[in-house]
């Protein structure tokens, strides 16, 4: 513990010369700090900027989201992904508004117990909004301590970030959680990244057991990931004289609680899309084959090929959006291959 403490000056040091200039850190409020941290699960930091800077300009606080349609937070998440994260957010906020006066409870017990709030995010927003002593524990942070201390666990188990959070939780310095957070979060983005780090730049290369061992590229240790599963899928791009076909958010699978284009398990030939499109009442005037496209989810993969069909008298379940309100509907990017044919 005692070795490990001598990071925080010169990390600190480090990051107030280097700090990247995100939006979120211009005024970290616990609201802007929790819809910042959701965002960038699991997405790239560039993709966030522009989507947060819309979702504050539009929803900037608390009740703001809560009272917002399901359609239009969908919206404006649009392109960021595992849209699970923003169903949570805007049912959070709801809770926040009902349980705790619209005020983000800044406490470990009261963040963890809203809807999509899980260890990291609720210690990233009680050390930087609120200044208290709770480290954020991610993917970026688990590998600069498993290179600073040479520690061979496996950084997927719980084991390694439970060691984590308490390392980190012995040496944050009080007055400056909010700083220490972010520098550790930095220093696995921009210095100590998965492949070529900048070893001889960095500002605590003295105190890296992983680099006097020569053994950076070796660490972190993680367990191999099972190959995804790969799912053949055959998507349609339906014209109707009065718009175009786009599922309604159904209640489960990857694409829950969003609108979507109709598709089906399996690759069809041609004769078999039209014979799709004549079951959901179509009746079919041509039958336009698509460029095959695929998708990469968490654990699955969809390899799909297309198909435009045009005709008329459609009478499912479905939504049929005219052309010019397309733009009010959030797509999943699973589709953005067959966005190009809404015209």
């Not at 998440?77 to 957010?89: A, D, I, P, T």
């Not at 790969?230 to 599922?247: D, M």
Request: proline share 7%; glycine share 6%.
């Amino acid at each position: 513990m005692k070795e490990i403490s001598c990071i925080v000056e010169p990390l600190l040091l480090w990051y107030n010369s280097v700090k990247r200039d995100l939006p979120w850190r211009h005024d970290p409020t616990p609201y802007a700090v929790w819809v910042s941290e959701i965002m960038l699960q699991q997405t790239r930091v560039d993709a966030v900027k522009e989507h947060y800077l819309r979702w504050m300009h539009t929803l900037p606080t608390v009740a703001d989201l809560a009272a917002a349609s399901p359609d239009t937070v969908r919206k404006l998440w649009e392109g960021l992904g595992y849209y699970s994260r923003v169903r949570h957010l805007h049912q959070a906020a709801q809770i926040v508004m009902r349980d705790w006066g619209g005020e983000l409870p800044n406490t470990y017990e009261g963040l963890r117990s809203l809807p999509g709030i899980g260890d990291y995010t609720a210690g990233a927003i009680l050390s930087i909004a609120f200044g208290k002593p709770y480290p954020a524990v991610d993917g970026n942070v688990l590998r600069v301590l498993s290179r600073l201390t040479a520690d061979d666990t496996d950084v997927l188990t719980p084991r390694a970030k439970s060691r984590a959070f308490s390392l980190l939780q012995s040496i944050m310095p009080a007055e400056h959680t909010s700083d220490f957070t972010q520098a550790m979060f930095e220093m696995g983005a921009i210095q100590c990244t998965p492949v070529s780090p900048k070893c001889e730049s960095c500002p605590v290369r003295s105190h890296c057991l992983a680099l006097q061992e020569g053994r950076v590229d070796e660490l972190p240790r993680r367990q191999i990931k099972t190959k995804r599963k790969e799912q053949p899928l055959t998507v349609f791009v339906v014209a109707l004289p009065q718009g175009y076909l786009l599922t309604a958010p159904r209640s489960k699978g990857l694409l829950a609680d969003l609108y979507g284009l109709p598709y089906t398990e399996g690759h069809l030939n041609q004769e078999g899309a039209k014979e799709w499109a004549e079951s959901q009442g179509i009746r079919v005037a041509r039958v336009l084959p698509l460029a095959p496209a695929h998708h990469v989810f968490t654990h699955v993969t969809w390899q799909m090929i297309g198909y435009r069909i045009e005709g008329e008298l459609y009478q499912g379940k479905d939504v049929v959006v005219p052309v010019e309100e397309l733009s009010k509907y959030a797509l999943p990017s699973a589709f953005n291959a067959y966005k190009k044919e809404l015209l």
